[in-house]
Structure formats: C-alpha cells, structure tokens
C-alpha cells in the first residue's frame, strides 16, 4: 500500500448524509427509475423510486443484510443487474458501514471464488436472472469452493422478519467503502479498495467538469460496479440530487428509447456506440437525442469525425480517461472548444486534486518536452492506496500510481498544459468498455492443455471497440477448433466477455531477443489475414 495521505478539498461527510441531505431537500422529486425492460434480465416490476423512497429502500436492505449476518465492518458482496435493488444495496452498505463488494454480471464461478478468497464477504447479494437461469448454482458453487462462510441473499425472496432496530455506522470519509475489480495484467482481478473520501473527490471532479445539477436526467448504461458507474454516475447522483435512469448494457432500441421518453440530458456511451449511431443517421432517428446535452465517452481515443458529427448536433462530446485505481481526465468544451482537439488531447487536471507526471520507461526520468513517449502517472486524492494484494510496485519512488498507459506532451506551455493518448503499455483488450486481461485468458487456454503456447490480442471491431483474438500453437497433432477452446474455457467458468472469439493457429509465436511476444506483428498478421 502506499503510505501517502492525500488532503482533499471535498467536504468530509459520509456518503449517506449526502443521500439523507437529498431526501430532505427534494423528498418527492423523482430519484432513480429502472429500465423499461427490465423483464428481460431480472425479475420484478419496473420501479421508478422518489428519494423518499430510495430511503426507505435503504433502510429495509439495511435490515435485511444484518438479518443475513452482516454488521458494520463486514464485507457484503453483491452481483445484480443494473437495478434499484443494486443502487439500494450500495447505499445500505454505505448507511451499514459495511465494505461493498460489487462484481460485475458477467462475473462466473472463476472469478467470484478469486473474490471470495480475497475480500472474505460475510454476505452475498444476488438474484436469480431470466438472462442466467442458473445464476443462483452458479454462486453456490463458487461459495463451495472458495470453502467460505458465505450467506447467500437472494434479494428478490420474501424478506421475513427484519431486526426492528438494526445497528448502523456509516462508513466515513477516511474509511473504505467499496472493493471494485480492475482486470490485471498479470493474471486473475485485482481488488481496488476505494475510500469515501476518493468517491467523493472523483465524483466532485466530475460534478465541477461537467457542470452537473439537480435539474440534470442520467441516463446511466455502465454497470455500478465501477469507477464509469459508481465514481462517474452514483456520487455525482447523490452530490446534486439529478435523476438516474438506469439501463442494462447495452440495448441500443432501448437505450433510444430511453433518451427520448426520458428527455436524458447526460449519458455515457462507448466511442463505437456513437461512431455507429452516426454512421447509421440514415436509419437512426438522431431527432431522439435533441435534450441531450453531453455525453462522456472513453476507454479508447475518439475518432475526431466522430466528436465533431456531434458537435454538429449541438451534443459535446466529453473525452475521458479513468480507472478504478482514480486515475482522472477529463477533456471538455469549455476547456477545448476544438471538437478534434477534444478527441485526441487531454488538459493536465487541477493539481489540488490530482497530479501527473510522464516518465521516460526505460530511464524513469520525468518528461517535460513535446512528443515524447512516457508512462502517464496520478498522485492526488481521487487515487487508491493500493491493491489487495499490493506488493507496492503500482506506486513509483514519488508515489505517483503507474497507470501502465502511454502519453506525451502536445503543448506544455499552454494553461493547461495538453496531453495526448499514444498507446496502452498494459496488455489488455477493451471488448464494449470491458477490460479483458490477456494475460488471464493465455493462463487458462493453455491449461486447457489444448495449445501449448498462446496470445490473446485486441481485433478491431465497429460496435465493440475490439473483439477477443487468439493465436495459438496447438499442443498435439490435432488443431483444436474455436469452440473446443470456448468449451473447455466454458467449463473453467470464466465470464463470457473473456471468451475467444476468433481463433489463428501458427507454427511459432513472434518473439524479440528476449522471448516476449510481439504482439503487435499479431495484430499486423490478423489485418493481413483477415
């Protein structure tokens, strides 16, 4: 972990006397709505919850987890679809002053009992799901597995008899709150502890940035499990006292239609969700997007046809940069009026929150001049103290946090100074906003014993940002097909974002002079060939 104390200019409160504020300010105002079709991934009606009742929500969920077995201090896991129920169970947590424990839908036996052995929750949250029938074995196997003393909380039974007066203490502002997932590049998902206190600062960086209020109708399609949903949608949420809409990822009938029906004023959507909703204007009604006023898009760089395509509908589009770990940029209009300026660059952040710097990998000498590749690093408060596992290398000697991705300097002169997105150092493949960890998926293809050697690559894909892409030398005579890899992979119980989707078979990977795949002659290959 690393040992920096970061003062914060937020206002020190809990993240339930934020919600209790909007329930007094704005009682009956309407707070949080389900998706339309929320049939299709979860049971139970459409909910469209004023703050009155979101409270009240909270409070039975507060009681239902302590019947359950939690207390202040514990650990409650929870895995539900984008729901009031998840939002409730978040916000009990918060009021509890238990640590939330959110995993992502996909999330299957692999990667819950990797969980399970590291944050030990006293409570899992879920539901049975009409889009996995077997959600509920599938959770009951991995809490076999991982040997643990896990109450599982079906939280769409009968409650039962709830504790009349059940204990509660808030988690505060230097206390941990949440235990996100972030996909390694090492192997299995690393846990990312984050405190009120970094919420709050990332969800008031975002707030100030965007120039969110109360008035403001969220249309939120990122799962709240994560920095995009719960740092870029929930706090800011609870900090203005807006109106969420929630949304399952992602159905684009739907997601339309929501924007309509709903006049959304703000949305987040993958860059090749808008490249294709413009690519396709001839057969897309862009007349639904007319409230919209911002929509934040990242985790690849923007196309600037795309940024300017918008900006011609008088929608900004925000670039943005983050992580769990609370690396922040933001690139919007007020700062960069120049749609394609705003596409590729991003403006160094108020160093009161956050501090960069680039450094040279092969020296570790900081960067100061234009156009020169260098890691991106964060020190502030919106930035975690460290992973569960840390072994304190994802800090450098300064403790500035290694994001792993690549930048340089555009104008370092300038107030702000520019920065531009170059290259990911880190292996991953970003599959529709989902980090997928290469190194991850290679371990487990290859204990499959069905290659011997293999590499995972991101391929490029219109809708999806990339699709999974494998390259592999097959371990005996026989070529193994796609689905024999996906089957066996299917049998380990790794989510399914994870799973290949497209399969080359090769004598011999590439390698440098000291035996590290070439990716990238992989991916030049896979053009090529493809």
């Known amino acids: ?292 006023r911002k929509i934040t898009s990242g985790a690849a760089p923007l196309d600037p046809w795309m940024v300017e395509g918008w900006a011609e509908r008088d929608i900004e589009i925000v670039n943005v940069f983050g992580s769990n770990e609370g690396a922040a940029l933001l690139s919007t209009a007020d700062v960069m009026p120049d749609p394609a300026t705003r596409a590729q660059c991003f403006p160094q952040p108020d160093p009161v929150i956050v501090e960069t710097r680039l450094v040279d990998l092969a020296t570790g000498e900081e960067i100061t001049e234009v156009g020169i590749h260098g890691e991106l690093r964060f020190r502030g408060s919106t930035v975690f103290e460290g992973y569960l596992e840390s072994t304190g290398e994802e800090f450098d000697d300064q403790d500035f946090y290694r994001t792993g991705d690549v930048f340089e300097w555009v104008d370092y002169d300038s107030d702000p100074r520019l920065m531009r997105f170059v290259d990911r150092a880190k292996d991953i493949v970003v599959r529709g906003g989902m980090n997928i960890s290469a190194a991850e998926v290679e371990a487990l293809v290859v204990g499959t014993g069905l290659m011997s050697e293999c590499a995972v690559i991101g391929i490029p894909d219109v809708e999806l940002g990339e699709r999974v892409g494998l390259v592999g030398v097959a371990a005996g005579e026989a070529a193994p097909s796609l689905d024999d890899v996906v089957s066996k992979l299917r049998e380990v119980g790794i989510a399914s974002y994870k799973l290949p989707e497209e399969l080359q078979l090769v004598d011999v990977l590439p390698r440098n002079p000291v035996g590290k795949v070439v990716k990238a002659d992989l991916r030049a290959g896979w053009q090529v060939e493809g």
């Open 1 to 292: 972990m690393s040992s920096t104390t970061n003062s914060s200019p937020v206002e020190p409160v809990s993240l339930d006397e934020l919600l209790l504020r909007q329930v007094a300010e704005r009682p009956d105002a309407l707070a949080i709505a389900d998706a339309p079709n929320r049939a299709e991934f979860l049971a139970g009606d459409v909910s469209r919850w004023t703050w009155v009742q979101v409270n009240a929500a909270v409070d039975t969920m507060v009681g239902r987890l302590v019947a359950a077995g939690a207390n202040p201090g514990s650990v409650v896991a929870v895995q539900l679809p984008n729901s009031v129920e998840l939002a409730a169970t978040l916000l009990a947590c918060f009021r509890l002053g238990a640590v939330c424990v959110p995993f992502p839908v996909q999330h299957r036996e692999h990667e819950l009992q990797h969980g399970f052995s590291l944050t030990e929750p006293k409570v899992f949250v879920t539901a049975q799901r009409p889009d996995r029938e077997d959600q509920l074995d599938i959770v009951d196997r991995a809490v076999d597995a991982s040997g643990r003393a896990v109450t599982v909380l079906d939280i769409l039974a009968p409650s039962g008899d709830l504790p009349l007066d059940p204990p509660t203490g808030p988690t505060q502002f230097d206390e941990v709150a949440t235990i996100c997932w972030t996909s390694g590049t090492t192997g299995t998902p690393k846990g990312v502890p984050r405190k009120v206190s970094m919420w709050l600062a990332s969800g008031g960086f975002q707030v100030d940035r965007l120039g969110l209020g109360s008035d403001d109708r969220i249309l939120c399609p990122f799962p709240l499990v994560n920095m995009a949903g719960i740092g870029g949608i929930l706090i800011p949420w609870l900090m203005t006292g807006s109106t969420i809409h929630l949304h399952q990822p992602l159905n684009l009938p739907v997601f339309l239609q929501q924007v309509a029906v709903e006049q959304i004023t703000y949305t987040v959507a993958p860059p090749a969700i808008l490249n294709m909703l413009l690519l396709r204007k001839d057969e897309i009604d862009l007349s639904v997007f007319a409230s919209l």
